[in-house]
């Protein structure tokens, strides 16, 4: 198997200068596992891997995607079996925060019946004319289980809720507990920290992404990339395009800052509950943890 083990945890948790420490030692490429790192553009706010970390390991499936296109778990999928299949003789690590690519990765896809395009174009508009809130609301009364772990902002992952069991009758969370086609079990390291810790980190990195350039960066996409993309459904991304002044910049922050924890909050349940793994204390030398974890095998 090309994949020998996955790195996953909440966003700001530490992932990337670990993960290019182990590609490095393992002479792997790195496949990546978030559904925003893949839009073209949205750089920094989604904490793409910079310049200098491309350089040090290849990456896949990131900054590659058109800002308005849809990617989903199947396309994930697929487009990692290629890379596999491709190249047989590679070593990869898959690392990200997005658990539900990984878990249709290794276990399949659900089969769901085809939905009836008018049925998620009803969906669509409801959302463009009222906000996500409606539909979140539609999302929870169809399927309260799988909705505890989806960001209330992410229309496409809440239309995909709502239209299957309007089309069906069934929930999603019902259809992928029989799934086909996933590459079967692989070790994953749960990356961990104190919550209060983690907590510190994410506020400090959505100063830093400030400092970047952030705000340049939303301005720029906004000339190019309508508001209707799915791309604009990463976080902060919509919330700092309305900023209008200093004082408003500061709520901003704040908010965005308040939103990217309870994110984080809803992956460590996620990760906690949906997918075995090895959990590794980040205060305790995680590259070593895993190194010897891995051998062990």
Request: with cysteine; proline share 5%.
């Amino acid at each position: 198997m090309p994949v020998l083990f996955a790195l996953v945890g909440a966003t700001g948790i530490g992932k990337s200068e670990l993960s290019l420490r182990l590609a490095e030692h393992y002479d792997a490429e790195i496949i990546g596992v978030d559904s925003r790192q893949i839009y073209k553009g949205f750089c920094i706010g989604t904490a793409q891997p910079d310049a200098a970390s491309l350089v040090r390991v290849k990456h896949h499936l990131v900054d590659f995607l058109d800002p308005m296109e849809s990617f989903s778990a199947g396309g994930f999928c697929n487009k990692v079996k290629e890379l596999l299949s491709a190249n047989p003789e590679r070593n990869y690590i898959l690392v990200g925060g997005t658990g539900l690519y990984l878990q249709s990765l290794m276990l399949g896809l659900p089969q769901i019946p085809a939905v009836p395009e008018e049925v998620r174009l009803e969906l669509e508009n409801l959302a463009a004319r009222e906000g996500a809130d409606s539909l979140y609301k539609m999302a929870m009364a169809a399927d309260p289980e799988l909705v505890r772990n989806v960001e209330p902002n992410n229309v496409h992952r809440l239309v995909r809720i709502v239209e299957v069991f309007k089309a069906t009758g069934r929930r999603l969370s019902e259809f992928q507990k029989d799934r086909e086609g996933g590459i079967g079990k692989l070790p994953i390291f749960w990356l961990q920290r104190e919550r209060d810790a983690l907590y510190k980190r994410i506020d400090s990195r959505v100063d830093q992404m400030i400092q970047d350039g952030w705000v340049d960066e939303v301005n720029v996409l906004a000339k190019d990339v309508p508001l209707s993309a799915p791309a604009w459904q990463s976080l902060g991304y919509r919330e700092l395009l309305q900023v209008k002044s200093s004082a408003e910049m500061d709520e901003v922050v704040e908010e965005v800052k308040k939103k990217t924890r309870n994110y984080a909050k809803r992956q460590l349940t996620w990760f906690r509950w949906q997918v075995e793994s090895a959990p590794i204390d980040m205060e305790k030398e995680p590259f070593s943890l895993i190194v010897r974890s891995y051998r062990a095998q």
